[in-house]
């Protein structure tokens, strides 16, 4: 399968909208869960908040993160973003910084069904690190969950899977909790 790659900017909006769908990926998310606090998350997938949040985001410039195409068709997503863009995983205990280090953080993927099990979650996370390097940062992070069976259910999956982390050359940096690591991509000079 062959897949290019772009930033969520203005003019790919409506790529962006038919691949999230009318419920915003996963019932109103829009991408914003790590973003809001959450009294303004939980409000916002009610009443649309969240779509707009994310919106104005792209509308403002901020290219909050990179969309995969299959034959001009929208089919994955990666939100990647400096790590200080998302409030609530400051405020996480299990992902809390784990040191000084200046990060991009992989806060979420999502695969149109289609196209999942096919590979696009590990060459969006390599299309991420290219991003990345592309604006001058060194180290890319995400915070997977590692599945203790062989099947998981999407909607569960937001962060991301250990094994495509690994696969598209993240190492485990360290460990929140027993289903939780924390996995870095260091950008080579």
């Keep these: 399968m062959s897949l290019t790659f772009h930033p969520l900017t203005p003019d790919r909006w409506a790529d962006f909208e038919k691949l999230f769908g009318t419920r915003g990926a996963c019932g109103g998310c829009w991408c914003q869960y790590w973003r809001r606090t959450p009294g ?7 009443n649309g908040g969240n779509r707009k949040a994310m919106r104005k985001l792209v509308n403002d410039d901020a290219v909050p993160g990179i969309l995969a195409y299959s034959e001009d068709r929208p089919v994955g997503w990666c939100a990647v973003a400096p790590r200080e863009s998302y409030p609530s995983l400051a405020r996480s205990r299990v992902l809390k910084a784990a040191d000084d280090q200046p990060v ?10 289609s196209h999942r099990g096919k590979g696009v979650s590990v060459e969006l996370l390599r299309a991420a690190v290219r991003f990345v ?4 940062g ?13 099947s998981m259910p999407a909607p ?9 982390f690994l696969c598209a050359g993240f190492h485990e940096h360290r460990r929140g ?13």
């Design 177 to 189: 909790s027993p289903s939780r690591p924390i996995m870095r991509c260091e950008i080579a000079k």
């Design 133 to 136: 390097a592309g604006r001058g």
């Design 156 to 164: 569960f999956a937001w962060t991301g899977i250990a094994s495509a």
């Design 104 to 113: 991009w953080s992989v806060s979420c993927l999502f695969v149109d069904k």
């Design 138 to 150: 060194k180290i890319v992070e995400g915070y997977p969950v590692e599945p203790k069976t062989d």
């Design 40 to 46: 303004q998350f939980k409000a916002g997938k009610a």
